[in-house]
């Protein structure tokens, strides 16, 4: 069992930045794959970001390309997410994800991770 926690967000202006933190339980945490994902009410929670079990692997949604980083420190067990340039459309509520895998792919699909993080709200005032 994992368990996720994750912490950093808050207000910013338009263009500003963010860091956000995800720290994992547990003793194994360089064998999940990470991920970011978003959501604002009455919509899906969409794919932001994902990192492979290495790190060497990364892959964005197309709506952050440039601006968002996701790394991961795998002695503190805590996956990040730099966001820079920030919009007003980056508001949201971000959740960090994890999968066991013995592969080295980074997942873009929420369906494939099994745990969750509680999220922590990002505002982004215009």
């Known amino acids: 069992q994992v368990q996720l926690v994750e912490s950093g967000g808050g207000l910013v202006q338009n263009g500003g930045s963010l860091r956000l933190s995800c720290t994992a339980s547990g003793r194994t945490f360089s064998s999940y794959a990470m991920g970011w994902f978003r959501q604002v009410p009455g919509k899906e929670r969409e794919f932001v970001a994902a990192l492979n079990t290495r790190g060497g692997s990364t892959t964005y949604a197309d709506s952050v390309k440039g601006r968002f980083t996701i790394s991961r420190d795998d002695a503190k067990n805590t996956v990040y997410l730099q966001m820079n340039n920030l919009k007003p459309e980056d508001t949201a509520a971000y959740y960090c994800?994890?999968?066991?895998?013995?592969?080295?792919?980074?997942?873009?699909?929420?369906?494939?991770?099994?745990?969750w993080g509680q999220g922590t709200q990002v505002t982004v005032s215009s």
């Open positions: 994800a994890a999968r066991f895998t013995l592969g080295t792919g980074a997942y873009t699909d929420r369906q494939t991770y099994n745990y």
